[in-house]
């Protein structure tokens, strides 16, 4: 893919298909040993893990909202994901036994069950759980170079036109007011790879062309997309 050109804009359900999995082998894992599993009540900015550790459980995310951010050898943080109710985290590291690759931190109270590592390898043995957490996987790998690539594109039109494109179908929600992605600048400019005060720019820009606006829906500001087609117009 040449990020020169922005992300070819792409019709998306309202719930992501990421997440449709993620909520279906969480409901199957809670089902099978939801009485088994610690639960974990986390204040807001509390660290779950940490880079570089291990961990003996698979987190599942019953209520509240989850960032996962990778620290790289020079300092820079970057962030991997938000995850939200229904979803989970921790698999890759059970699976292969290796240290997690991020730090994983609560941005609002949430609420978690722990599925201990001889459970979530049981639920393995169940051949639909495997492939759903197959295709789960494949997907976020899949996600990981899309994000990969847009970090290394060197233009920051093309970082922030891409990355909205990109996000769009990934957490977007389909509203009438536009498609709804639910991330402020700040993490945003984390996701894609550039300064805060260079993602404003860039924004602003957009919010001249009326492609996207920046208002609040449930209690945080959200970036929506009015003219998501503009967004994948490319550069010159």
């Not at 009540?41 to 003996?56: D, E, M, P, Y």
């Not at 059970?94 to 609560?106: C, D, K, P, Q, V």
Request: proline letters at 4%.
């Amino acid at each position: 893919m040449n990020l020169a050109t922005p992300i070819t804009y792409y019709m998306h359900s309202p719930e992501p298909l990421e997440q449709n999995h993620a909520a279906a082998l969480f409901e199957r894992a809670e089902q099978r040993f939801g009485s088994e599993c610690a639960q974990l009540f986390a204040k807001r900015n509390t660290i779950l893990c940490s880079q570089g550790t291990k961990v003996s459980c698979l987190f599942l995310i019953k209520q509240g909202e989850i960032l996962l951010t990778r620290l790289s050898s020079d300092g820079r943080e970057t962030l991997i994901s938000i995850l939200g109710p229904g979803e989970f985290f921790g698999e890759s590291s059970l699976i292969g036994g290796s240290e997690i690759r991020f730090s994983a931190r609560a941005t609002k109270r949430s609420n978690l069950l722990l599925l201990p590592e001889r459970k979530f390898k049981l639920l393995l043995e169940d051949p639909w759980a495997c492939r759903i957490l197959l295709e789960t996987v494949a997907r976020r790998c899949d996600d990981a170079w899309t994000q990969m690539e847009l970090l290394g594109c060197p233009h920051a039109r093309d970082k922030v036109r891409s990355g909205l494109v990109w996000l769009s179908g990934k957490i977007g929600v389909e509203t009438r007011e536009g498609v709804r992605i639910d991330l402020n600048q700040s993490q945003l400019a984390r996701m894609v790879g550039c300064a805060r005060e260079t993602l404003s720019r860039e924004v602003s820009e957009l919010r001249k062309q009326r492609t996207i606006e920046v208002r609040r829906s449930n209690g945080r500001k959200s970036f929506f997309l009015v003219n998501p087609e503009e967004l994948s117009q490319p550069s010159f």
